[in-house]
Every structure is written in structure tokens, then in C-alpha cells.
């Protein structure tokens, strides 16, 4: 990534705009949004979930969320390389380097790309393979 910027000062925006992007994303990994309020008083039916505020969720659920949100991230940084390639390119005005720059940084976020896409599918497979054979309700209908 240092290679990519000649000074700190497009280092350090970048890495200030995927903070801010990323941080919404964060927050989805935790919840799932619907009905969740932290404050709000414990039950007396004695669940754990409920006393302890963590959720009910399952362990395999939660790490696919937090998988897909670090894709999602992986994901916004490939799509602000493949902007940087364009705009090297764009700038180029015919200078051979500056062309050859931009191919190699093009190059770099196509294969990216597939990483992150293949990733996602690996990651969907083996998730939803373990959430199903792991599913309790389902061995006992």
C-alpha cells in the first residue's frame, strides 16, 4: 500500500475513509438490529442471553457475520484501488510509466477481486454446511 502513494498524506486519507466506512459495518456484526436496545431491563425468566445482554445468537452465525463484514472491508479497499488505478491512468496523458503503473495497480485489485469473491463463496459454503449440520431443530423435527 506504501508503494501505491508517493506521500503519507494520501496514506492517511485513505485510511481515514475506510475508518469511516467501515464503521457501520462493524456495528452489523454485532446485532442483527431488530429489537435490540442494551438498556433495557433484565427478564426474570432466568436465560443467560437475557441477564447477560450478549444475544441468543449461535457461535457459527456470529463468525460468518464478522467474516462478511471483513470481506465487505476487503471488498471497499479493492473498489478504492480499482478508483486509483482509473485516475492513474486517466492522469497518464499518453506517459508510458504512468500507464504501466496503473495496469499493474488494475491488475493487482482484479486478482483482489477474485480473492475477495472467492473468499466470500468458501466462506458462505462452510458456514452455512456447519450451521445446518449443527442445527438442533433440524435433528429433531
Wanted: hydrophobic residues 50%.
Amino acid at each position: 500500500m506504501i508503494i501505491l502513494f508517493k506521500n503519507h498524506k494520501a496514506i492517511k486519507i485513505v485510511l481515514v475513509a475506510l475508518f469511516i466506512f467501515a464503521m457501520p459495518l462493524a456495528g452489523f456484526s454485532q446485532t442483527d438490529g431488530v429489537g435490540f436496545d442494551p438498556y433495557e431491563t433484565f427478564g426474570d425468566d432466568g436465560e443467560l442471553s437475557n441477564e447477560t445482554g450478549l444475544g441468543d445468537a449461535e457461535p457459527v452465525s456470529v463468525a460468518g457475520r464478522i467474516i462478511n463484514v471483513a470481506l465487505g472491508i476487503l471488498g471497499l479497499f479493492t473498489l478504492i484501488l480499482f478508483l486509483y488505478g482509473g485516475f492513474i491512468w486517466m492522469n497518464a496523458r499518453g506517459n508510458e510509466e504512468e500507464v504501466s503503473k496503473a495496469k499493474k495497480i488494475l491488475t493487482g485489485a482484479v486478482i483482489g477481486l477474485v480473492i475477495v469473491l472467492a473468499s466470500y463463496g468458501i466462506a458462505n459454503y462452510i458456514f452455512t454446511n456447519v450451521q445446518r449440520t449443527t442445527d438442533v431443530n433440524a435433528l429433531n423435527p
